[in-house]
């Protein structure tokens, strides 16, 4: 009988996430020491598959501090 080969699949999944009631600092040091990494590092690796998840208040914030360009960044 041939050997059966398992298969796995990796999924690249990040998820920026800050709870609501975050400050405006620490939302603020996500986002230039963190997500804006992230987001540049992958714009210059476009041949890696991702996946990212970002809470609908955390998107809030983000537009309310000012990353409007991080939130439409492709």
């Known amino acids: 009988m041939p050997e059966q080969k398992n298969k796995i699949t990796w999924i690249n999944l990040l998820h920026f996430y800050q709870p ?41 914030r983000l537009e309310i501090l000012g990353y409007r360009e991080l939130i439409n960044a492709r």
């Open 20 to 60: 609501p009631t975050t400050d405006n600092e620490t939302i603020i040091e996500a986002a230039e020491k963190s997500y804006k990494r992230i987001i540049s590092a992958l714009k210059r690796n476009r041949q890696i598959k991702f996946t990212i998840n970002i809470t609908g208040c955390l998107l809030e």
